[in-house]
């Protein structure tokens, strides 16, 4: 089962460095209220992901939490 997880790591990895590859010549304009900024699509594409991962640990870590004080009878203060 492992090397299944890792050949699909290495297949996610190899699609993200091909579309960093194809793509790093377009630059797309990112507004900010009033400033802009160019940047590139791959280091954009990059950006989200990392947010998009921030967000999703944070609201993982907040109904863990939320989950355990339900549960255990001497957690909740």
Do not use: K
């Not at 050949?7 to 091909?18: M, N, P, R, S």
């Not at 802009?36 to 954009?44: A, D, I, N, S």
């Amino acid at each position: 089962m492992r090397v299944i997880c890792f050949l699909f790591l290495v297949l996610f990895a190899g699609a993200c460095g091909l579309f960093a590859y194809q793509n790093r010549e377009h630059e797309v304009a990112v507004t900010f209220w009033d400033r802009t900024w160019l940047v590139g699509l791959p280091v954009l594409v990059l950006i989200l992901f990392v947010a998009g991962m921030f967000g999703g640990w944070s609201i993982v870590g907040m109904l863990r939490r939320s989950w355990r004080r339900v549960t255990e009878p001497g957690y909740a203060r």
